[in-house]
C-alpha cells in the first residue's frame, strides 16, 4: 500500500478518492477523523491521506491526481476589458467588474 495524495481539506481528499475509484483503482482514506488529534499531534500528521491497496496501481493513481490537478484551473478566463485572470466560478471580472464573454 503506498499513498498517492493527502491535504488539510477532506473535501479535496474525498474527491481525489472518487476519481481514482472510479478508474477502478482500489484506495481507501487514512486519518480521516484524525483533525481531532490536532494539537497533540502535528498538523500534518492529521491530513486526511488516499492510499492505493495495490503498489502496482501507484502510477495509474498517480498520473489521476496530477491530471486532476492540472484541469482544477483549464476554465479559467482572462478579461477582455483588463486582461486580468479570473476564476472559472466568477462571471464577472474581480479587477475590473466586466462580464466575461
Known amino acids: 500500500m503506498k499513498m498517492v495524495y493527502t491535504n ?3 473535501f479535496l481528499v474525498n474527491r481525489m ?3 481514482i475509484r472510479a478508474e477502478g483503482i482500489a484506495v481507501f482514506l ?4 484524525a483533525q481531532g488529534a490536532m494539537g497533540e499531534i502535528a498538523p500534518l500528521d492529521c491530513w ?5 491497496v ?13 491530471a486532476a ?12 476589458h483588463c486582461t486580468e485572470k479570473n476564476d472559472a466560478s466568477f462571471d ?4 475590473c467588474q466586466q462580464e466575461s464573454l
Open 92 to 95: 464577472i471580472c474581480w479587477n
Open 8 to 10: 488539510e481539506h477532506s
Open 30 to 33: 487514512k486519518n480521516e477523523y
Open 69 to 80: 490537478k492540472q484541469n482544477t484551473h483549464a476554465d479559467d478566463w482572462i478579461c477582455n
Open 17 to 19: 478518492k472518487d476519481l
Open 48 to 52: 486526511p491521506e488516499v492510499w492505493v
Open 54 to 66: 495495490n503498489d502496482q496501481d501507484i502510477t495509474r493513481a498517480a498520473s489521476i491526481v496530477k
